[in-house]
């Protein structure tokens, strides 16, 4: 992708987060994006922009990390942190309760071991971004972030976590974009997506 910054990355017309904040805000209670360049390029959606706390490491778990931290130092009270790829523009619109309901049969099925984080397998994909995480999990990964754990899946080998296998989904549901092949792929997903919708 030429190292471009790709939630800012245009899908027919618009910008990649767009389409990732519009699917994602109905199924949460506040929304706020993880980002760490080009912020002035980002207050134009009116979220909290929340950076990675300085000197924990990096990749996706420090994002997730910072979040959780950023969310206990406000008044708002909740259970868990919903987790969405900026480079992911179409995934269901009940996901976040499907891995809520996850959780909680977990929950209610085990004695000894409770699952705080579930995420998505779709096929024989895993999805470790599309995920639930309970907020009792700030110590832990605070501490794996410091043993140099960077990554989700890394984290889900030591800690209980409920994978959740999706049905078959439609065309374009969770179509990652790296590369311009993959950005054009996804350009014809959502006409044909936009056609249909028009048609019905």
Known sequence: MGYQDKPLVPLAQKPLIEYVIAAASPQVGQ??????RNLDKYTRYSL?????????GAGPLVGIYSAMKWYSNQTVQADYLACFPADVPM???NLVDTLSTAI?????????SVREVAWCQTDTQIQPLFSLWSF???????????AGVCGPSLFFQNHPSQKVVLPPQDPGMFHNINTLEELAQAEKFIAKRTADF???
């Open 136 to 146: 009792k999990l700030l110590a832990a990964l605070e501490q794996s972030i410091h």
């Open 91 to 93: 995934f269901p619109a």
């Open 104 to 112: 909680a049969a977990t929950d209610s099925s085990l004695h000894n």
């Open 31 to 36: 929304l706020i994006i993880s980002v760490n």
């Open 48 to 56: 909290p922009l929340v950076r990675d706390v300085s000197a924990a």
């Open 198 to 200: 028009n048609h019905n």
